[in-house]
Nanobody, 120 residues
């Protein structure tokens, strides 16, 4: 079993930046991803990273503003978010699995999530 713990969420103003963190209890996966769920909406893919080669992929809606990165020594993955706007308000969850994909069912482990709220 792998536990994932997110942190870094909070209330920010439009245009601000925020960095989310997700720490895994142990490394038993090959990829990690970030997903988000806005109020009244389905959970959606944000970004993913291949743990071994660092290759990344992003949802079109966040390309150029969000960046996913990892720290091998800390078993941690980060999501740096710039130019936030109220539409980015959501609970952001990290996930771990065998493939850096946008398909939620491919991930084996999920964190509880961290709330991001953006005021206008």
């Amino acid at each position: 079993q792998v536990q994932l713990v997110e942190s870094g969420g909070g209330l920010v103003q439009a245009g601000d930046s925020l960095r989310l963190s997700c720490v895994a209890s142990r490394r038993a996966f090959y990829a990690m991803g970030w997903f988000r769920q806005a109020p009244g909406k389905e959970r959606e893919f944000v970004a993913a990273i291949n743990w071994s080669n660092g290759r990344t992929n992003y949802a079109d809606s966040v390309k150029g503003r969000f960046a996913i990165s990892r720290d091998n020594a800390k078993n941690a993955v980060y999501l740096s978010m710039n130019s936030l706007n109220p539409e980015n308000r959501a609970v952001y969850c990290c996930a771990a699995g065998p493939v850096a994909t946008d398909v939620q069912a491919q991930y084996d482990y999920w964190g509880q999530g961290t709330q991001v709220t953006v005021s206008s």
